[in-house]
């Protein structure tokens, strides 16, 4: 009996030193709970966070929006524009042992392009196949050339890597157990509790990240005053998109600190102009435009968000080397927003918009409401849930919808699919066939100048077509523990874990 | 013997309500609007010929009778379907969470029979002075104050300034009990507070009826000390209608505490309920409310047997 406190001691010291071993820990808050953890078949952004620890990618984007290899060692455009040839770098492993060779990135791109459910498939669409040169060297061999369009595609989620023998043994359980080439590998999961990875002791970079963490654990804590609260306390030392409203409660709070980027999404009203019976209210370009110009995006962003967003009024942020300065986010005009109703016949429009049930849109809306009403138009906040809008958007069983999109590096991926007459997110089925001439063109475009100008001429186009009403561009904020070091702020919203140093 | 037939009937009772209850819950999920192939894609550029691979994939294009019958003719071999937002086994998603509800429920149950009988035998034997004001008072705000709001509180003082517990998420006990233990104590009293003041409340009405029967009148007659009287003579009976709502109350707890799991980031079933419906994820919700059901049930039937132990006269 007299051994029990003893016991107890050794228990408790024995507890204690776990807790103590666990200071390489790094504990992210997510603003939810990630999808499957596949490459292939991953479509939340907050899914990129554990899969860019897990999985490293041919290339990756650095913050200037440049490429920069990853797993490729460097490419080659052939001078027609229709092959692309990678080398890879040499000697690199998967977790499981596997080569990461050229018959692996074959095979990676053959999933992605042909797994039931592929979301990468239409980031792939102009590759027609890949062929093995040599053990190290790949050709990607396309459709058309759009070279520059694969590549950074390849810098994304279509550009991860999964280990052949294990996507082939998992099957439809390779998500839950991921096995990829990136510097952390897959420990476990809880569903909505946590994600664990651990550091990958064969790692190609691992000169370069030997003070990374140990451990990371990524924890969905999807409301941002929890994940706050959770970072002030330091049950985790980098909490993920906080909201402009959080950011006074750090201000004065020694242990964490905040840190931010331009976010490459954008929020924007979709006028159904083609799309059913419905598209009747918004099919004269003149009601969309009157809409458009009744709106006051500056004062939607200084009341809402503190000033801390941007008034946007094209699919890149005015930060960017896209954006058509020509073409600046225009004044509220209530008195042309009349005439432009009073010409097009339709001096008491009334319309309905589709809003999800979240906070910032939601608010948005009401003030978006009182100042359509000074130009004399009625317009119906409908609440739908995602999953509603999503399939009443699809259906054109809407007026107009407030959405969002979290934005892609290149510029193509913030706009093709989303306004050309095939797009497969163009839900207003509006079409020019003129805007998808010089959106192809862009695709196409060998230069970076080159491709300026051709956005610009879209951006031109853009701004007499008015099919969307780009409101506002978020900045992403990241909260950061104290003891957080090496910390880089990505445009794409994305955790880079590379570098980062955690003090005890 | 009669014992053993009540519980046999209790679960033959329960056999049809589950399967009622289950084919119910089936085909109010396919009478929800929105598409769960659009859902699972979300907003991402999906045409088509992809959303009829999802819906092939996962069943969704086969009638729903052959749905439904799929779905049975699996749970009756212990398979639940995929969940389809992470591809993981139904089975193996709820048996992960199962652990952490269980270990919520628990710890919100002890916290709620520690604080709600203790205060209704109080309350009970100090009828109208200042012992029953006072535990009455505290009942109420226990019932009156919202879960999420005190669970804000709660982080605010005891995780951000004084930093005794963890704001929110979940360690498994095996890997840091004691990170695992604090990580249940914040969580544990804002269900288990709300829970004990309608257990007082309960706790009091039944003390008072016993306090007046006429073999506590006797017991007092002999002699015995009043606490003898109270703990020994009045409890043992009043317990009966606090055991059926405390079951109750287990019951409901065990089906998910979704507010409180969202402001803790609790995984467990209350989170992965409204997840699931938002996200259309049909085989998980179909999992869960079967789950859900049986344990709402066992509990139930728990409470059967502690009438049994409880009130001997039963087992006569």
């Known amino acids: 009996m007299r051994k029990l406190p003893s016991l107890l001691f050794l228990t408790l010291a024995a507890c204690l030193a776990g807790h103590a071993a666990a200071q390489g820990v790094l504990r992210i808050g997510l603003n939810e709970d990630p999808d499957t953890l596949d490459p292939t078949l991953n479509r939340l952004a907050t899914g990129r966070q554990p899969l860019t620890a897990l999985c490293d990618k041919l290339f990756d984007v650095k913050t200037d929006l440049t490429l920069t290899p990853q797993l490729a060692a460097g490419y080659e455009i052939a001078k027609d524009g229709l092959s692309v040839t990678l080398k890879l770098r040499p000697g690199v492993k998967f977790h499981d042992g596997e080569p990461v060779d050229a018959q692996a990135v074959r095979y990676n791109i053959g999933r992605h392009m042909q797994l039931p459910g592929s979301l990468r498939r239409s980031e792939l669409s ?32 279509a550009g991860m890597m999964v280990a052949p023998q294990a996507a082939q043994r998992l099957g439809d359980r390779f998500g839950s157990q991921p096995v990829c080439a990136g510097e952390y590998r897959f420990v476990e999961r809880v569903p909505q509790g946590r994600i664990v990875v651990e550091k990958f002791t064969d790692y190609w970079d691992a000169a370069q990240t030997k003070g990374d963490p140990d451990r990371i654990e990524y924890l969905p ?6 994940r706050l609260s959770s970072l002030r306390s330091g049950q985790i030392q980098i909490a993920e998109r906080l909201t402009p409203a959080d950011l006074p409660q750090l201000a004065g709070d020694a242990r964490a600190k905040i840190v931010s980027a331009s ?43 503190n000033d801390q967003y941007l008034a946007g009024n094209q699919f890149v942020n005015p930060n960017s080397r896209y954006y058509d300065k020509a ?28 809003v999800p049930p979240e906070r910032e849109r ?43 999109w979290s934005g892609r590096p290149h510029p193509d991926g913030n706009i093709y699919a989303h306004i050309a007459c095939s797009g497969p997110q163009n839900d207003s089925k509006f079409c020019d066939p003129e805007l998808d001439k010089v959106m192809v063109q862009a695709r196409e475009a060998t230069s970076d100048g080159e491709r300026e100008r051709l956005y610009r001429q879209v951006n031109a186009i853009l701004a007499t077509d008015y099919p969307v009403s ?13 003891k957080v070091s090496g910390f880089v702020p990505h445009p794409d919203s994305t955790i880079r874990v590379k570098g980062i140093r955690l003090q005890p | 013997m009669r014992f053993l037939l009540f519980i046999g009937r209790r679960i033959a009772l329960a056999l049809p309500t589950v399967l009622i209850l289950s084919t119910l819950i089936f085909l109010l999920q396919r009478m929800l609007p929105g598409d769960p192939a659009l859902a699972l894609a979300g907003g991402e550029a999906v045409d088509a010929r992809m959303l009829d691979e999802i819906r092939h994939k996962y069943g969704l294009d086969l009638p729903v009778y052959v749905q439904y019958g799929r779905w049975l003719a699996g749970a009756l071999h212990g398979y639940l379907g995929v969940s389809m937002r992470n591809d993981i086994g139904v089975s193996e998603l709820l048996a992960g969470k199962l652990g952490i509800t269980l270990q919520l429920a628990l710890a919100s149950m002890a916290i709620a029979l520690a604080i709600g009988i203790p205060l209704g035998i109080v309350a009970a034997t100090r009828k109208g002075r200042l012992g029953d004001a006072v535990a009455s008072g505290l009942a109420l705000t226990g019932i009156s104050i919202p879960h999420f709001w005190l669970g804000i509180l709660l982080v605010l003082a005891f995780s951000v300034h004084l930093n005794w517990f963890p704001a929110s998420g979940y360690v498994p006990f095996r890997e840091d009990p004691v990170r695992s233990v604090m990580g249940f104590v914040l969580p544990s009293i804002v269900l288990g507070t709300g829970i004990a003041g309608v257990l007082m409340r309960h706790m009091r009405s039944a003390m008072l009826d016993a306090l007046q029967a006429d073999y506590v009148r006797t017991a007092r007659a002999k002699g015995l000390s009043e606490w003898r009287v109270v703990l020994r003579h009045a409890l043992r009976n009043a317990l009966m209608p606090v055991v059926t709502l405390g ?24 989170k992965l309920l409204v997840d699931s419906v938002l996200n259309r994820d049909y085989q998980v919700v179909q999992g869960l409310v079967l789950v859900s059901s049986v344990m709402f049930i ?5 409470a059967d047997v502690l009438y049994f132990v409880i009130n001997p006269r039963l087992r006569t």
Do not use: C
């Open chain 1, 327 to 354: 073409h600046p986010v225009p004044a509220r005009d209530v008195a042309a927003a009349r005439r432009l109703l009073q010409e097009a016949g339709v001096p008491r429009l009334a319309f309905s918009l589709l």
């Open chain 1, 470 to 482: 780009v409101l506002w561009h978020r900045r992403t904020f990241t909260g950061l523990s104290t």
């Open chain 2, 247 to 270: 079951a109750i109350e287990f019951g409901q707890l065990l089906a998910g505490a979704v507010l409180t799991e969202q402001v803790f980031s609790i995984p467990g079933f209350g």
């Open chain 1, 126 to 157: 102009m590759v027609d196949h890949v062929d093995v040169v040599d053990a190290a060297t790949v050709r990607f061999v396309l459709k058309a050339p759009q070279a520059n369009l694969l590549l950074f595609g390849l810098a994304e989620r």
């Open chain 1, 362 to 404: 939601q608010e948005a809306a009401q003030m978006i409401q009182a100042m359509l009403a000074e130009a004399g138009i009625t317009m119906k906040i409908e609440t739908q849930e995602d999953a509603v809008m999503l399939q009443n958007a699809r259906r054109g069983d809407f007026d107009a919808i407030f959405n969002f």
């Open chain 2, 298 to 302: 066992a509990a139930s039937l728990l």
């Open chain 1, 221 to 226: 804590i999807s409301d941002s005053t929890v």
């Open chain 1, 263 to 305: 976010d490459l999404g954008y929020h924007y009203i979709r006028y159904n102009s083609g799309n059913g019976a419905r598209a009747a209210t918004f099919r004269d370009v003149r009601v969309r435009r009157a809409v458009d110009l009744a709106i006051d995006r500056r004062v939607l962003v200084k009341a809402l968000f």
